[in-house]
C-alpha cells in the first residue's frame, strides 16, 4: 500500500523531515520513502497528518507485571536466590496482557521486556513487538541483554530475608564474582573445544554445564548488552566501574542522578558507545534513592551528549503515557528532535535493533505511527498504527 500526503518524521539523517510526501509498504517492510505523491498501487491512502517510525521503550516489565493482577501475574522477580541470569524474560510474558492493546494504542511498537531489579542479576531481556499472540513470533531480539541491578531494591529484598547483599559493597561483589566465574568457565570452555579439534572428544575435560555461567557468556564476549538498572550518582559510577572491569557493552537504566555527574556519564557513553534509558518520571519518588528525580534529565544528558531513551518501566508508569514522559522532558528543556530521537532512532540503537525498527527508511520493518499532530503536544491524537505493514489500530481496526 501507499500512504499519501503526509508530513513524515524519518529520524535520518538522509531524509530528514519530509513536509509532504509518502511512504510505500510492501510485505510487511518500507519499500519507499520520498517526496510528492504515489498513486502506482491498488491500496492508495490519502491522509494528513505527522508519520513517525513505531515509538519504542527500551525497559519495561509488560506482560510479567500483569495489568489488574496481583501474585498470579506478576513473573518479575524471582528472589529465591540473588544471582540469577540464565532466567529469561520471555518465559514469563502473557501477550494477552490488556496493557499490549494500550500500547499500540498510544503509537509504542516496540519494547524491551526485563526482569525486575531484585537482584543483583536478575535474567535475560528481550525486545519484542507489541502486538501478537505468541511471544516467539512477537521476537525481534533475543536475548537482547542481561539484567543487573545495584542500589536499594536488592539490599531490601535481601535485607528482609537475612541474606546478602544487605550492602551495596556485597552487590557489586557477587556481581563481580558471576563475571569472574563466567570467565573462567569461558575459558575452561574454549581449551576443551581446542582439544577437541586437536583430540577428539574427551569427556573427562569437558566442563561440566553451568546455566548461570553460560548465560553471562555472551555479555563477556560483547555480544549481548549489559542493563544496569541504577539511581543514585554513586551506584551509577558503581556500574561503570564494573563495566570497566570486565569489558561490558553497558546501558545504564533508570540513571536518575545522572544529571549530577552529567560529564561522566558522557564519557563513559562515549567511551561504550552507550547511552542510558531514562525514567520513569511519571511517579512519586517512592524510595529515598529517587529524591533528585526530575523530568530536566534527558535535556541535561543529551545536551551533555549521551545517547538517551526515555521509558516508562511500566508498570510503574502505564506505557501508554510514553510519549506524554517525553513531552514533560521538553517542557523541563530537552530539545524537541531529542525527545522525538528518545522515542524512536536512539532506543533502537541502544537495543541493537536499528536495523528493523526506529526511523522510517526502505528496508526496515513497516512499524508507523500517524497522528493527527505533533505527538508531544496533549491534545495530539493517533490516527493509525501499522506494525510489519499490518494496521493495527484505526481505520477499520
Not at 583430540?199 to 555461567?213: H, Y
Not at 528518545?342 to 513497516?366: H, M, Q, W
Request: hydrophobic fraction near 40%; proline fraction near 5%; charged fraction near 25%.
Amino acid at each position: 500500500m501507499i500512504i499519501n500526503g503526509i508530513k513524515i518524521f524519518t529520524m535520518t539523517e538522509e531524509y530528514g523531515v519530509i513536509e509532504k510526501g509518502y511512504v510505500k509498504i510492501e510485505n510487511g517492510k518500507i519499500a519507499e520513502v520520498g517526496e510528492g505523491e504515489r498513486t502506482d498501487d491498488e491500496n492508495v491512502l490519502y491522509e494528513s497528518g505527522f508519520l513517525f517510525p513505531g515509538f519504542i521503550d527500551g525497559h519495561t516489565h509488560i506482560g510479567i507485571a500483569e495489568d489488574s493482577l496481583g501474585f498470579e501475574g506478576d513473573d518479575i522477580n524471582e528472589t529465591g536466590e540473588p544471582i540469577t541470569p540464565h532466567l529469561r524474560a520471555i518465559d514469563g510474558i502473557n501477550p494477552f496482557d490488556r496493557a499490549f492493546g494500550e500500547a499500540v494504542a498510544a503509537g509504542v511498537t516496540t519494547v524491551a521486556v526485563a526482569p525486575g531489579s531484585a537482584n543483583p542479576i536478575g535474567g535475560q531481556i528481550c525486545v519484542i513487538k507489541t502486538d501478537g499472540r505468541i511471544v516467539d513470533e512477537m521476537l525481534v531480539r533475543e536475548p537482547a541483554a542481561v539484567k543487573f541491578a545495584l542500589g536499594e531494591n536488592p539490599k531490601t529484598v535481601y535485607h528482609g530475608k537475612n541474606q546478602s547483599p544487605e550492602t551495596r559493597m556485597a552487590t557489586a561483589a557477587m556481581i563481580r564474582e558471576a563475571l569472574i566465574k563466567a570467565r573462567d568457565y569461558k575459558e575452561q570452555l574454549d581449551k576443551y573445544k581446542a582439544s577437541l579439534a586437536q583430540d577428539g572428544e574427551d569427556e573427562e575435560t569437558k566442563p561440566d554445564f553451568d546455566a548461570k555461567s553460560d548465560a553471562l557468556m555472551g555479555v563477556l564476549e560483547g555480544k549481548t548488552e549489559a542493563h544496569f538498572h541504577v539511581h543514585r550518582a554513586d551506584d551509577i559510577a558503581t556500574a561503570i566501574r564494573i563495566s570497566r572491569e570486565f569489558g561490558l557493552r553497558t546501558r545504564l537504566v533508570h540513571c536518575t542522578e545522572g544529571h549530577l555527574i552529567a560529564d561522566y556519564v558522557a564519557d563513559f557513553a562515549k567511551e561504550t558507545e552507550g547511552g542510558v534509558f531514562l525514567g520513569p518520571y511519571l511517579s512519586d519518588r517512592s524510595k529515598p534513592e529517587l529524591s533528585n528525580m526530575t523530568f530536566a534529565n534527558p535535556g541535561i544528558l543529551a545536551e551533555a551528549g549521551v545517547t538517551v531513551g526515555i521509558t516508562t518501566d511500566h508498570p510503574v508508569t502505564p506505557l501508554k503515557y510514553l510519549p506524554m514522559c517525553a513531552s514533560l522532558s521538553v517542557k523541563s528543556g530537552m530539545a524537541k528532535e531529542e525527545a522525538y530521537k528518545a522515542l524512536t532512532v536512539n532506543p533502537a540503537r541502544l537495543l541493537g535493533i536499528s536495523d528493523r525498527v526506529g526511523s522510517v527508511k526502505p528496508g526496515l520493518d513497516a512499524d508507523l505511527v500517524l497522528f493527527d499532530g505533533d505527538p508531544l503536544e496533549m491534545f495530539t491524537k493517533v490516527k493509525r498504527v501499522y506494525i510489519d505493514g499490518r494496521e493495527r489500530f484505526g481505520g477499520e481496526c
